[in-house]
Nanobody
């Protein structure tokens, strides 16, 4: 079984910072792309940032210049450093990892964490 466990969410004032972490564990051959999505109340889940295992990154326009995604391949962990937070960043943040568990095509799958709540409010 593969598990993704997020941590680091919480309540922060506008302009503040938070750092999210997501660790993948279990039976894995490799961890490919990792990323963060978020879902605000009443809205659809949206991409925040993604990072390949070669460290190429891509960000949503709404977070460029404020958020930084990084990873530690030795720990199978992805991070999201969030600075200059705004009220509109309030959402449940989900970690996603594309993980290979075997050598057949169906052994490459996307796994989701359960989410961590980030609330930006004064």
């Amino acid at each position: 079984q593969v598990q993704l466990v997020e941590s680091g969410g919480g309540l922060v004032q506008p302009g503040g910072s938070l750092r999210l972490s997501c660790a993948a564990s279990g039976s894995m051959l490799s961890v490919n792309d990792m990323g963060w999505y978020r879902q605000a109340p009443g809205k659809e889940r949206e991409l925040v940032a993604v990072i390949t295992n070669g460290a190429a990154t891509n960000y949503a326009d709404s977070v460029k210049g404020r958020f930084t995604i990084s990873r530690d391949n030795g720990k199978n962990t992805v991070y999201l450093q969030m600075n200059s937070l705004k009220s509109e960043d309030t959402a449940v943040y989900y970690c996603l990892a594309r993980i290979r568990r075997g050598w057949s095509p169906r052994d490459l799958m996307d796994y989701w964490g359960k989410g961590t709540l980030v609330t930006v409010s004064s």
